[in-house]
T-cell receptor, first 114, second 109 residues
């Protein structure tokens, strides 16, 4: 089973709203990732958690706040977003952050900021 | 700046023919190479991984790696209309995936 589950599938939020994206995997993977993808562009890495600790933050604005409550869950808290933050947000997981580890993606959350 | 280069396409291939997708990378010490397929509006799906020089076959898909020349390719045999998608090459560099921009593949019935 290579399933990563993301909720919600679609989200429309205003610039003053606070919302959260959720991601769950039960493959025993110890690395989890948040990516942002704009249309016709490759995924852009935002955050990496390794063994529940934040290991990479790609200079993401503070209006995006990640959280890893346990080894199976990853959240992305959103606050005061801008219309240009509208994108497909992808969660992925891999066995760990080492070499030769395959990353599997969830189905994504399509976010629209109005 | 580590880079992964792909021809953006679109690459148009007749149904039943072989589709050949290519990718070059700049980081000489990269060890892991991945091909993902992405349908429009969907998330990337891992279809092949390759770590050693040579060919790796999985069904209709063959990945080819040449570390000396720093390129990796994906061959799709007996192409089907359902293979029409964007194919993303990803290369491990310093424990992060560096992504190519993707090649759009169109299989014409």
């Amino acid at each position: 089973d290579t399933e990563v589950t993301q909720t919600p599938k679609h989200l429309v939020m205003g610039m003053t709203n606070k919302k959260s994206l959720k991601c769950e995997q039960h493959m025993g993977h110890r690395a989890m990732y948040w990516y942002k993808q704009k249309a016709k562009k490759p995924p852009e890495l935002m955050f990496v958690y390794s063994y529940e600790k934040l290991s990479i933050n790609e200079s993401v604005p503070s209006r995006f706040s990640p959280e890893c409550p346990n080894s199976s869950l990853l959240n992305l808290h959103l606050h005061a977003l801008q219309p240009e933050d509208s994108a497909l947000y992808l969660c992925a997981s891999s066995q760990d952050q080492g070499l030769n580890t395959e990353a599997f993606f969830g189905q994504g959350t399509r976010l629209t900021v109005v | 700046q580590k880079e992964v280069e792909q021809n953006s396409g679109p690459l148009s291939v007749p149904e039943g023919a072989i589709a050949s997708l290519n990718c070059t990378y700049s980081d000489r010490v990269s060890q892991s190479f991945f091909w993902y397929r992405q349908y429009s509006g969907k998330s990337p799906e891992l279809i092949m991984s390759i770590y050693s020089n040579g060919d790796k076959e999985d069904g209709r898909f063959t990945a080819q790696l040449n570390k000396a020349s720093q390129y990796v390719s994906l061959l799709i045999r007996d192409s089907q209309p359902s293979d029409s998608a964007t194919y993303l090459c990803a290369v491990d560099s310093n424990y992060q995936l560096i992504w190519g921009a993707g090649t759009k593949l169109i299989i014409k019935p």
